[in-house]
């Protein structure tokens, strides 16, 4: 399961850059996980930092890169995993953004990568057998996947600056969003 979601996240990053239907799903306000909001309130100069928690963790994987461009401002990346078999990477090219995954059951993996400036992006799995990507382009996003219940599958892509989206998933469900509408949306499935 995991080796075919590798080929979502770059059939995500190649059609990032296509123009789709410009209809709503739904908007609403994004709520910030308290964990980001907490990363976020950090203030560390320019600096990159990352936290990585693992409780009770056994045969899972943490990778984070982050590379601050032009010195103006800090990534903050955290990691938090509960469980077996999970898999989690960040990987913030910019400054000033905000990434934050938890993982807390088993089997789990989420891809987090954020392109430009002032993002805000979380994946939260609570279950097993859980796959999200979620790539930001641009600058100013606010995003949220959070996945509960069992094999889930989200993969987005969001393009614009200062659009957003949220996206809930309570088990055995798939979504693919392109979002490049500077629209917040919200999907609750």
Do not use: C
Not at 61 to 88: E, F, L
Request: proline share 1%; net charge negative; aromatic share 6%.
């Amino acid at each position: 399961m995991k080796i075919l979601s590798v080929s979502y996240i770059y059939l995500l990053m190649g059609i990032s850059s296509y123009s789709y239907a410009n209809f709503d799903l739904g908007i609403n306000e994004f709520n910030a996980p308290n964990e980001l909001t907490e990363l976020s309130e950090l203030n560390t100069s320019n600096d990159n930092n990352a936290i990585i928690e693992l409780i009770n963790s056994t045969n899972s994987q943490v990778t984070i890169i982050q590379h601050n461009v032009n010195k103006t401002g800090s990534n903050k990346a955290k990691v938090k995993q509960t469980g077996y078999d999970n898999t989690a990477a960040v990987m913030q090219l910019g400054s000033n953004n905000v990434g934050l995954i938890a993982q807390n059951g088993t089997n789990n993996l989420a891809t987090l990568k954020q392109l430009g400036f002032n993002h805000e992006g979380a994946i939260l799995q609570e279950g097993n057998d859980n796959i999200a990507h979620l790539v930001q382009t641009g600058n100013g996003k606010q995003n949220v996947v959070n996945q509960t219940g069992d094999s889930n599958i989200a993969a987005a892509v969001n393009k614009n600056n200062g659009a957003g989206f949220s996206i809930n998933q309570t088990g055995n469900q798939g979504i693919i969003l392109v979002n490049g509408m500077d629209r917040f949306i919200s999907i609750v499935n």
